[in-house]
């Protein structure tokens, strides 16, 4: 969530409860105030037609007394809306004040509860707000107590109402009108909130489109622009641009620096190439011609003889590992500079039965087993194939070198749109945490060091090819108990072209020649 959005939902949100707050206690004030008059209105009114009620006592068959009650005839007469009305317990009598007679209307009796209400009320009132025949009553209700038998006793009550009806639908109406402007002045300050939060957050915005900018490399020299005030943003923006000043100095001054490390390894192996090859070839004649022209006369000559012709066999063997250090270091430095191979689209099975073949003369301890290779069949890919043979070479020779006892596999699996050509050995192993370090240049395990010979630059080689050819490298290892690789390549189609991004070769960029 944006902070623009988060920004415009919480005034939002404080303007909502501000206006509920607002309006429920308008209403309630209004509401109270205006009940709180007619209440006691009601209650005046009423208190004084009550005191003019008379009990009249009437003997009963059973030598008993039983109390009528009934309005005085002025009483009958509406009083400003007032409606009155008398119930007799005893027998049930209703005497209704005039205007309740003509309105075909009578007051509704008290229930159980509200009687009980009543007698427990310290006020010795209760008022009730009734609906009768769809109209809206405020109800003022008045116990009758009468002594009998030296006891009082609730005889009846009194009630006096009021129709307050309209009264209702003007309030009615109140709370509509509230809902209505509460609604509209939410949507209007959260559209006007909205439209602040973006104006005041668009340099936030202008940071976030300068910050794309240099995380894609396209333009470190893209500044933010800002013509606002110098508040927090103001200031926020200019320590932005100012930091993004610095950093394109930085950055500039490690290419530069990274270009002459990358023309350095690149001339430094051009230069090293040619001797180490005259070395090797001077090596190897005077070899032969040694063997062919010394004599061998006495022991001494035939051990000085033997001498001789190892040293120049070490000899021979370090400028042979020098060619291959260089070599390997010439790759990388066309992969540093961009080097874009080029691909066509390729058969693989016969590249790897010809990996497969010149496999059988590497130097090894252990069995070569030669898996089932099925999979590849008729399988097409778009790549390299003096690469791509390089890449398989680099893990045969590793799976060789690092395996003393057991046997070494190579065999091909078939997933959906890939195919993966898997490499098995029975060799050392590595620990889980060593895996995302041997792709890196001149990493070598400690298990490994000083038993086995090697640059550390293989693995590196490999996954610059594996990722030009937008493959993939499974590693499954367990030390002591051997190591799987396993090559996933995508498959196309015999006649499929996929065009090259448009990078800069390493010839066209003038790194390597």
């Known amino acids: 969530m944006s902070i623009r959005l988060r920004l415009t939902l919480w005034y939002t949100a404080i303007l909502s409860v501000t206006l509920l707050l607002f309006g ?5 004030l209004l509401h109270y105030n205006y009940y709180s008059f007619i209440k006691e209105e009601l209650r005046a ?16 068959l059973g030598g008993g007394i039983s109390f009528d009650f009934a309005l005085q005839g002025r009483d009958n007469i509406g009083s400003a809306g007032k409606f009155y009305q008398i119930t007799n317990f005893e027998n049930g009598i209703i005497r209704p004040s005039t205007n309740l007679v003509e309105a075909n209307l009578t007051l509704p009796p008290l229930s159980e509860d509200s009687k009980r209400q009543l007698v427990r009320n310290e006020n010795n009132y209760l008022f009730e707000q009734k609906t009768i025949e769809n109209l809206a009553f405020l109800i003022y209700n008045r116990p ?18 009021v129709l307050v009806d309209t009264s209702e639908n003007l309030f009615s109406l109140v709370k509509r ?7 509209l002045a939410v949507f209007l300050a959260a559209s006007f909130g909205w439209f602040l939060a973006r104006k005041a957050l668009r340099p936030i915005d202008q940071v976030i489109s300068a910050a794309n900018s240099i995380n894609k490399g396209a333009d470190l020299g893209n500044r933010i622009n800002y013509s606002g005030p110098g508040d927090e943003i103001g200031r926020l923006t200019s320590t932005i641009n100012g930091m993004l000043e610095r950093l394109q100095t930085a950055y500039s001054e490690l290419e530069e620096s990274y270009r002459r490390q990358r023309r350095f390894v690149s001339d430094a192996s051009h230069e090293l190439r040619t001797p180490l090859t005259t070395i090797r070839g001077n090596v190897e004649l005077l070899e032969k011609m040694w063997k062919r022209t010394v004599p061998i006369g006495t022991e001494n000559d035939r051990q000085q003889l033997e001498l001789s012709l190892e040293a120049m066999h070490d ?10 250090l260089v070599n390997d270091l010439l790759s990388l430095a066309r992969a540093d500079a961009g080097f874009q191979m080029s691909k066509i689209s390729l058969e693989l099975l016969p590249l790897v039965e010809d990996v497969k073949r010149r496999a059988k003369l590497f130097p090894r301890k252990v069995e070569w087993v030669s ?51 898997r490499i098995e050995d029975t060799g ?50 367990l030390q002591g108990e051997g190591s799987t690789f396993i090559i996933w390549l995508p498959v196309s189609g015999p006649n499929d072209i996929i065009r090259a991004e448009a990078f800069p070769t390493a010839v066209e960029s003038g790194i390597i020649d």
């Open 177 to 183: 009108i509230l809902t209505f402007t509460a609604l």
């Open 428 to 477: 050392i192993g590595m620990d889980k945490e060593e895996v995302p370090m041997i792709f890196e240049r001149f990493y070598r395990a400690d298990v490994s060091r000083g038993k086995t010979s090697g640059t550390g630059l293989g693995l590196s080689i490999a996954k610059w090819i594996i990722d030009e050819h937008q493959g993939s490298i499974e590693v499954k290892t």
């Open 45 to 60: 009114q009423g208190d004084m037609v009550f005191s003019r009620i008379q009990p009249r006592m009437t003997p009963t």
């Open 315 to 324: 000899i021979a063997g370090e400028a042979e590992r020098m060619t291959r």
């Open 24 to 28: 429920y206690g308008l209403y309630w």
């Open 371 to 421: 898996g089932d290779l099925s999979a590849l069949a008729g399988v097409y890919i778009y790549g390299n194939r003096d690469y791509l043979q390089q890449l398989i070479y680099i893990f045969l020779e590793n799976a060789f070198k690092f395996t003393e006892s057991g046997y070494v596999k190579m065999d091909a699996i078939r997933m959906d749109e890939q195919v993966g050509i």
């Open 144 to 161: 009758i107590v009468v002594l009998k038998n030296g006891q009082p006793q609730l005889a009846g009550v009194f009630q006096a109402a």
